[in-house]
């Protein structure tokens, strides 16, 4: 795999596959919303409490496309969901107003949460990762993803093809977004963590911790690719050392 900075790693032995500039600092751009959602959990929420949508949900300063409007009744899990698959920013932006802190103490719960996990090149200014304020580098989204294994509502999100929120008020409509991880369409994989992320400064960005068929748990960063679709041929082509190296074992025999 080549990507500007990268790194590839056995998740449970911690042997590195491959790397190139794992502590390099850089925006992770949406990346962000697995601490956010982190974070959000640690305050141990309903997901199930229902939210009405109001302008400070509705914060979106590039004024993007949402299928949100004021008035929308949620609920919490939703957004959780959503936030993950989706990458939806007023998802993730509801789900930290809905935390029960303070934005400002949200932000700082993020970096404390980062500095506990030993991510020491990490900074977070935001919920959404939208503004490049938020950075990274690969050996610290590495343990921020690994992290995120020890939350199930994480792992069952981003195993998901599809974010859905069924409506809540007679009248409204159901809501789908698809996910924004293509390697959810691959069988070879059995993604458990996983969030793409793009802004202009940042690239493409992906995290990846998932179950290779050959029976290794591989946690995966690809940072500032220049095209969405690089970040997922680097994962293919860890797809394709994996099955080389199965074959070389069988091809030894006992």
């Not at 509801?94 to 030993?118: C, I, Q, W, Y």
């Not at 409509?173 to 959810?184: F, K, M, P």
Request: hydrophobic share 45%; aromatic share 6%.
């Amino acid at each position: 795999p080549s990507a500007p900075i990268m790194l590839v790693r056995d998740t449970d032995t911690g042997e590195v596959l491959f790397e190139h500039q794992p502590a390099h600092p850089q925006p992770i751009a949406s990346i962000t919303k697995l601490m956010t959602a982190m974070v959000a959990l640690d305050e141990e929420p309903n997901l199930e409490r229902a939210v009405t949508l109001g302008p400070v949900h509705m914060l979106h300063p590039f004024g993007w496309k949402t299928p949100w409007e004021i008035g929308r009744v949620v609920r919490v899990g939703d957004m959780l969901r959503f936030a993950l698959v989706a990458s939806d920013n007023i998802a993730a932006t509801t789900l930290a107003e809905e935390s029960g802190l303070p934005l400002s103490v949200f932000h700082e719960r993020m970096n404390d949460k980062a500095e506990g996990l030993g991510m020491v090149e990490s900074q977070f200014a935001n919920v959404t990762g939208l503004d490049d304020w938020n950075s990274s580098t690969a050996a610290d989204v590495a343990m921020m993803a690994e992290a995120a294994l020890g939350y199930p509502e994480i792992v069952a999100a981003c195993g998901t093809r599809e974010a859905i929120a069924e409506p809540i008020v007679e009248g409204d409509e159901v809501i789908r977004s698809g996910a924004t991880n293509r390697i959810l369409w691959d069988s070879f994989w059995t993604v458990l963590v996983a969030k793409t992320g793009y802004t202009r400064l940042s690239g493409y960005c992906l995290v990846l911790v998932a179950d290779a068929a050959t029976g290794q748990r591989v946690t995966m960063v690809f940072l500032g690719t220049d095209r969405a679709t690089k970040r997922f041929r680097q994962v293919d082509r860890v797809k394709e050392h994996l099955m080389e190296q199965a074959a070389g074992l069988a091809a030894e025999g006992p």
